[in-house]
Structures are given as structure tokens and as C-alpha cells.
């Protein structure tokens, strides 16, 4: 074990740590499983044209995002299909 992790510097000289500090976060912790902010969802419902998306409760932003995705992916299925 090295010197750093067992002595932290303090001014000119170190001292050693106590305890360990707590554990790092790993890949799976991350934000990337957390759900999205009511903020996010605002701006997704404005992108997609939500209409009455101000006065929409976190729950109903999502939803209302679900459904316009989803009716974009049919729209965008039946272009293909179309042969467009």
C-alpha cells in the first residue's frame, strides 16, 4: 500500500487517515438509472408540441411524452412502409 493511502497531507507533512471514506459509486448507481426531472419532460413535451403541457402534473408530462413518441414512431413506420 502506498503512502497516499495510507497518510493524507496536511500543510508540509502527513498525517495518518482514520477510517476508510465511503465506497466510490460504480457504473450502476450513476444518474442514468434515476427518472427523468419534471424539467426535462417539460422541454421534451414542448419539442414533441404537447398542448396544455404548463399546467401537466411530472406524471402526466410523462405520459403525454409517451404517447407523442409513440405516435411519431407510427408515423415515421408507415412513411417507411409507404415507400416515401
Known sequence: MTLQRKARKVGDRREPKGRN???RRTGSDT????SPTKAHLYDLAKRFDVPGRSSM???QLAEAVARARASRRRVASTRYSAGF
Open 21 to 23: 471514506g465511503p465506497a
Open 31 to 34: 444518474d442514468a438509472s434515476a
Open 57 to 59: 402534473t411530472k406524471a
